[in-house]
């Protein structure tokens, strides 16, 4: 186990968003969440579709959030900004090569289409970027959850 697995969140700071998006769908859960918690305790949630070697469409995931009124319950951008400030060596011991998404901040860009953050390893650093709801989600893909 790491030295401290907590994150610590000032939710009173507001996320850093991409110039190209146009419209921050649920601006309403920006600053919901815990101020601080154990990397540890947070859920690697996966779609039933995406158990088992399946895939599924991102939207098909937000749409099961959304109907289940979990999304409220999702990491958001803040989340992972705070996670990659931790470092490579932090997400390597907590996520081991998957990619993990903050649901909670759902964008829309130019032309509607959605589009999700999500933290990864790339190149020996924690990368922050965007995936399409449009694209395929595979089982190491989770969203990160707060414990209920």
């Known amino acids: ?8 969140v000032d939710r ?14 649920h601006p309403e859960l920006e600053n919901s969440g815990p101020a601080e918690y154990d990397v540890g305790q947070l859920e690697q949630w996966l779609h039933d579709g995406q ?3 399946g ?3 991102g939207q098909v995931i937000y749409d099961h959030l ?10 958001s951008l803040r989340d992972l900004e705070e996670i990659q400030k931790k470092g490579v060596s932090f997400f390597r011991e907590h996520f081991q090569g ?11 860009r130019a ?8 933290l990864c390893e790339d190149g020996g650093e924690v990368m922050q970027c965007w995936y399409w709801l449009g694209d ?3 089982g190491s893909y989770p969203a990160l959850c707060f414990a209920k």
């Open 136 to 138: 395929d989600w595979l």
């Open 1 to 8: 186990m790491s030295q401290t697995a907590n994150i610590r």
């Open 98 to 108: 998957k990619v993990v998404y903050g649901w909670k901040s759902v964008v829309r």
């Open 111 to 118: 032309g509607g289409y959605l589009f999700v953050p999500f």
């Open 55 to 57: 895939w599924v469409k």
């Open 12 to 25: 009173t700071i507001r996320p850093i968003y991409p110039d190209w998006v146009k419209e921050v769908l």
């Open 51 to 53: 158990k088992n070697g």
């Open 66 to 75: 959304e109907a289940t009124d979990t999304l409220k319950d999702c990491a």
